[in-house]
């Protein structure tokens, strides 16, 4: 239940519990197309400062999915050894990842772990 100015209320083990402040950016619900099972992504973007080809799996044998180029905004994801999956909405979509309704996930691809990228904020 959300209360006045922000603050939420929540039952814990029979006591009730007022937050108030921020919060932690929570982690997003798992992406469309979940490649390799449920994947949580950071809900923060991040800007790529390089381009990148997003692998169907973790893979460099994988089949490409994507072309990113440097600018576009990803969300970091789950690693898997040297790979990391990272979620984006296509190029021609102007709504992000965290602002979808249900059902309309962004892609998830697998990309090096070693991707620069820049964090603004």
Known sequence: MIGLLGRSRWVVGGAIAIVS???PAPLLPPAAGGLTGDLACAAEAEQLR??????ASPSSDAAPLAELE???FVYRCERSGDWLAIMFPAREE???C???PAGEACSIGWVRGNVQT???G
Do not use: K, L, S, W
Not at 50 to 55: D, F, N, Q, R
């Open 21 to 23: 402040g921020c919060a």
């Open 50 to 55: 390089e381009p990148v080809v997003a692998h």
């Open 70 to 72: 440097a600018g576009r």
């Open 94 to 96: 102007a709504i992000d």
């Open 98 to 100: 965290t602002r979808r």
């Open 118 to 120: 820049a964090i603004f």
